[in-house]
C-alpha cells in the first residue's frame, strides 16, 4: 500500500495562534506577545486537532508530518525550539521525528498540505493538494477528517 503524507501547519491549523497572540497582546506592556519566552511553547490546540491528528496518522493509509515556517522576525529566534517542545507536548513525540521548519513549504514532499494560508511561505508552490484550513471547504477539522475518508465524529458541530 502507498502510504500518503499529509503535512499539517501549526500556527491557526493545529494551534491557536492567533487567539492567544490577541490574548497576550498589550500596547505597552506587550506588544509583541509571540516574541515574549514560551508563547509558541504554550499555544493550545485548537478545536479537534489533537484528535484529528491522531486518527489520521492511526489510518495505515496516511503518515502525518508537521510542517511549519519559523517566524521571519528576528525577535522571534526561539520560536523554532518552541515550535518543537510544543508539538512533542501536544501531539507525541513521534512527531518530533517528523518535523520540517522551513521558509518554503513548497520544498517540503508530501502528498497533502494543511494549512490556513493558500500563498506566503511556498503553500502556492506546493507539489501536492492544498487544504487551506479555515476556508469554506475545511472550516475545522471534522471537515478536513471527512476529507481524507475518516469516520469520526469531533463533536465540533455548532
Known sequence: MDVKVILVDLDNTTLDFNGEKAK???PEHCPFPQG??????ELPALPGAVEAIALLDADPRY??????APSVDIRN???WSEKMESIVATFGEKFYYRTTITFDKSRVIGDYLVDDLPVGRGQ???????LV???ETFKDWQAVLDHFG???DLGLAA
Open 24 to 26: 497576550r497582546h498589550h
Open 36 to 41: 515574549e519566552p514560551g508563547f509558541y511553547r
Open 63 to 68: 503518515e502525518v508530518h508537521f510542517c511549519t
Open 77 to 79: 529566534v526561539r520560536c
Open 124 to 130: 502556492e508552490k506546493f507539489g501536492g493538494e492544498l
Open 133 to 135: 484550513f479555515g476556508s
Open 150 to 152: 475518516i469516520d469520526a
